[in-house]
């Protein structure tokens, strides 16, 4: 149970930082999420500028920019595809639990609640 919630965890937090970033205020209040963390660490050609706003602590006044960058290489989709694989994982943990009941209200409540989030991040599925 404790490996289900983990992961399902995970991936509500990874939903939570993709939110934040794109309709919320993440980057308004300067906070380094999971979005922007890959935009740091992923090799490309708005790297160096994304590690420049970074540096000088302009998140708030540069933030359509980050977004753009972000953007441009995908992370909306590999945040998706990074929390369905998340979802999988808390799926797969509940095979070894006992009582077939419950594990089937589990694994209907997190197909649910991926799905819902799915659909309010919209057109990024994996």
Known sequence: M???GLHLGVALQI??????VWEGEDLLCG?????LLYGLLTEHPGRQELEHIVRERRLAASAARVRAILDCIDTRRFLVWTAAKEHEQALEA???CPGRDGRAVLQAFATRLFAQMEEIIGGCAP
């Open 2 to 4: 404790g490996t289900y």
């Open 94 to 96: 509940l095979r070894g």
């Open 31 to 35: 906070r380094i999420t999971l979005p």
């Open 15 to 20: 939903f939570d930082d993709l939110e934040g």
